[in-house]
């Protein structure tokens, strides 16, 4: 699988999950994997696989799981686990492909009782999202693995928004698969976000 992955995606899966490794202690408990995708989705499987090999109980959920065995068929805004049930959620480069974006950000902080990790395309400059808005307009219909599906490139703010009284939020941002990456990270264009949630108290 990892095979079929461009080289410049490749390695920002294996980045991105070295950081979530650090993040979830080894011995864990349950691992929910919010929008783990169709087997023929390679970059989330990757993930997903590397999941799999480091944690012992590990979930997948998807609205549409195709052939991925052993997942859960659900939407992401209304996860069906009681609150607080699962000790960590991630999600990986997932709700940019979703317009109500703020109900799956809520439902995940709701059933978690640790840490929430979202990864998400993120921008500190004002003009680069009405940039990226207008390429992607003009990429529609065409077959690319950037923008397809994208509605969004996250501001920190509209992310961490969502911590309310019960979580902390921090943000570490990697490169993004896209030609000149480095270049585009450094002066705040597009990197992608990882936002830490961590529960502060419990209710």
């Given at each position: 699988?990892v ?15 070295d950081?979530?490794e ?8 349950r ?16 993930c997903?696989?590397?999941l ?12 549409n ?19 607080q ?8 480069d997932?709700?940019?492909?979703i ?21 998400v ?6 003009f ?5 808005n ?27 928004i ?9 943000v ?21 976000g990882i936002?830490?949630?961590?529960r502060?108290?419990?209710?």
């Open positions: 699988m095979s079929f992955i461009p080289n410049i995606y490749l390695r920002y899966c294996m980045n991105k999950m950081i979530v650090h993040l979830i202690p080894k011995g864990s408990g691992v929910l994997d919010v929008g783990c995708g169709d087997i023929d989705v390679a970059g989330h499987v990757y997903h696989n590397r799999k090999r480091k944690y012992k109980d590990v979930i997948g959920i998807d609205i799981p195709g052939r991925r065995r052993n997942t859960i068929r659900a939407s992401a805004s209304n996860i069906p686990f009681a609150n049930s699962i000790e960590y959620v991630v999600s990986f997932v709700i940019e492909h317009k109500d974006y703020s109900a799956v950000i809520k439902d995940m902080l709701r059933i978690a009782n640790r840490r929430v990790i979202i990864i395309p993120t921008t500190k400059n004002r680069i999202r009405p940039i990226l207008f390429l992607r307009r003009m990429l529609r219909g065409v077959d690319n693995f950037i923008f397809q599906g994208h509605y969004y490139e996250f501001y920190p703010s509209e992310v961490c969502f911590k309310g009284y019960r979580y902390s939020c921090k570490i941002t990697i490169n993004y698969p896209i030609i000149g990456a480095s270049i585009f990270h450094r002066k705040g264009l597009i990197s992608a936002y830490i949630f961590d502060l108290k419990k209710e």
